[in-house]
């Protein structure tokens, strides 16, 4: 069974302070990994996919990068419109094709101004 | 460009009544995928469907159903409803399911 374990779970910053985000991961075969980051009352918005190990990706203040066991997603100098709960996902090969995406519970981050 | 529509956003219903929640993807996109959101579980994936085809499922019991049309708009129906169903329901699109998915704003279902 594929499992997604982020932490922590919560993590409250002062503005400009950079930190990483975990997530660690089960998957049988991995087709992509997943971040997104959900606003309250909102669906998750798509961050990055990443697809093999050693791989990285940025936007603006985000990185993710990728291990054959976990992902870090590293935010430097947050600001606090970046406050929100941060989802790590992953979708497993099946029969040649993918699977439903099995997420993670997420992390909450608050950046204090 | 349009996002992902969902219809309605909120919903109340009577425990023993079914509903019906409606999704209509991107332009382009033939993969809808439908994932139930809980404080207590998280994101859980419900069903998917390509081409009108449901291509995989989720770990939920039969009450919840799925279907696309020739357009790609979907619709999950859950029966015989529980309090425990009370969630947000969202939807995601994608053009093939395996490039990344773009999700709705949800409908918040309540069960009574």
Not at chain 1, 18 to 28: A, E, F, I, K, R
Not at chain 1, 72 to 92: G, N, R
Request: net charge positive; glycine share 12%; hydrophobic share 30%.
């Amino acid at each position: 069974e594929d499992q997604v374990t982020q932490s922590p779970e919560a993590l409250r910053l002062q503005e400009g302070e950079s930190s990483s985000l975990n997530c660690s991961y089960t998957v049988s075969g991995l087709r992509g990994l997943f971040w997104y980051r959900q606003d309250p009352g909102k669906g998750p918005e798509f961050l990055f996919t990443l697809y093999s190990a050693g791989e990285e990706k940025e936007k603006e203040r985000l990185k993710a990068t990728l291990t054959k066991k976990e992902s870090f997603l590293h935010i430097t100098a947050p600001k606090p419109e970046d406050s929100a709960t941060y989802l790590c996902a992953v979708q497993a090969l099946i029969g040649g094709g993918a699977d439903g995406l099995t997420f993670g519970k997420g992390t909450h981050l608050i950046i204090q101004p | 460009k349009a996002g992902v529509t969902q219809t309605p956003r909120y919903l109340i219903k009577t425990r023993g009544q079914q509903v019906t929640l409606s999704c209509s993807p991107i332009s382009g996109h033939r993969s809808v995928s439908w994932y139930q959101q809980t404080p207590g579980q998280g994101l859980q994936f419900l069903f998917e469907y390509f081409s009108e085809t449901q291509r995989n499922k989720g770990n939920f019991p039969g009450r919840f159903s799925g279907r696309q049309f020739s357009n790609s708009r979907s619709e999950m129906n859950v029966s015989t409803l529980e309090l425990g169903d009370s969630a947000l329901y969202l939807c995601a699109s994608s053009r093939t399911g395996s490039d990344g998915y773009t999700f709705g704003s949800g409908t918040r279902l309540t069960v009574v």
